[in-house]
């Protein structure tokens, strides 16, 4: 039986076959051999874990981006909001009189309505990210009557931001600076018969808040 030997020259080898005790003729088959480098098995590898399974900090934004709140992680606010904490926050606690700056989001079946960062310059020619400056407790756009809001950004008259739903004014009470919370706001504490935007008259919409400063009263 004849015995195969593999002699290598440069990308190419050479098998070589010993004659057998009945054979005096040597045979010899040539085949290519595909250099691989060790990167190269280390890139193969790479891909193929990731065409098996998605990385995973695809995988975690996509669990936030469908996550759905089980209605009964939902919290009732003292007037009968449900709300959601998305984000503690680890700042100072909003109590009832405090004065606040936040960005608030009105969103209607997953479509952004209603947004204080799409305020409008006093021209109306652009729109920036305006934060949101009201009193805790107080009667809802009662902060609205002023003339003007003097800015870096620019000068803003009094109905630069969107005006907020009522529901803003009192649930945004216990929230800590840094935080963040979504709240069901039915017709009555939204925008009522009248709709607003996209958000149709009589609708349920989420309101998003995110609690940026609370105010220290002059004198203090």
């Known amino acids: 039986m004849a015995m195969a030997s593999l002699q290598r020259f440069g990308t190419w080898a050479v098998e070589c076959s010993k ?35 998605p990385p995973l900090q695809t995988l975690a934004r996509e669990r936030r981006n469908r996550k759905v709140i089980p209605p009964e992680e939902y919290l009732t606010s003292s007037d009968g909001l449900k709300y959601f904490d998305i984000v503690e926050g680890k700042g100072p606690v909003a109590e009832k009189g405090s004065t606040v700056l936040v960005h608030f989001d009105c969103a209607y079946r997953g479509i952004t309505a209603i947004s204080s960062r799409e305020s ?23 902060e609205r009557k002023r003339d003007f809001v003097d800015n870096p950004n620019g000068l803003f008259s009094a109905q630069a931001s969107p005006k907020p739903p009522p529901a803003m004014y009192s649930v945004v009470e216990g929230m800590k600076v840094g935080g963040k919370r979504t709240v069901i ?3 009555e504490a939204g925008y009522g018969k009248r709709g607003m935007n996209e958000i149709p008259p009589g609708a349920t919409f989420d309101l998003n808040i995110e609690l940026l400063q609370i105010m220290q009263p002059e004198g203090k």
């Open 185 to 187: 706001v039915p017709p």
């Open 19 to 53: 004659p057998s005790s009945s054979s005096s003729h040597t045979k010899q088959f040539i085949r290519p051999i595909i250099p691989i480098s060790r990167r190269s098995v280390i890139l193969i590898s790479v891909l193929s874990l990731d065409l098996i399974s």
């Open 120 to 142: 409008k310059l006093l021209a109306g020619n652009r729109s920036i990210a305006q934060p949101y400056e009201f009193k805790v407790g107080a009667t809802p756009g009662k």
